[in-house]
């Protein structure tokens, strides 16, 4: 140990008569870092969040899309599965979906594909459908 220090080292703590004591917690949390540049990590983990490119599909994959678009068109309510594409709202790309119901219609003049419970999927953005069940539907 050090000789300057020895004549204080075994003194009381000092308490101060103005201020009242803080907690180790309160102390601590003077000393922690702030927010100086409030927003920016939600900023890095926007940019850091992956997305989807919209798909290219081929000549056989849009042919093969439109066979079973026909033939969901000529079923009574089928419950089918359908993967699309949903654009990001903040940037470029977007990410696939798959949404499972009983097809009311094909809505060719609004290009959608409209489900019993009132869901609407753009034609244009559908990438693959597939019947899960062909037999007629029923409400309950």
């Known amino acids: ?7 204080i080292i075994d003194l009381p703590h000092h308490r101060s008569d ?4 803080m907690s180790s ?8 870092p702030f927010a100086a540049l409030t927003g920016f990590d939600d900023e890095i983990d926007e940019a850091a969040r992956l997305t989807d490119c919209r798909p290219e599909l081929t000549e056989d994959e849009l042919n093969s899309l439109d066979a079973a678009i026909q033939r969901i068109s000529e079923l009574d309510k089928p419950l089918i599965a359908v993967t699309y594409f949903v ?3 903040n940037k ?4 696939y979906r798959v949404y499972t119901g009983n097809l009311r219609f094909l809505d ?3 290009g959608k594909l409209k489900f019993v419970d009132d869901t609407a999927i753009p034609l244009d953005d559908v990438v693959d459908v597939r019947v899960i ?3 007629t ?4």
């Open 1 to 7: 140990m050090s000789e300057q220090y020895k004549d």
């Open 18 to 21: 103005k201020h009242p004591h």
């Open 25 to 32: 917690y309160e102390r601590a949390a003077q000393f922690s």
């Open 87 to 89: 654009p990001d709202v």
């Open 92 to 95: 470029s790309g977007g990410a």
């Open 108 to 110: 060719f003049g609004e």
């Open 133 to 135: 069940d062909d037999t």
């Open 137 to 140: 539907f029923h409400d309950k």
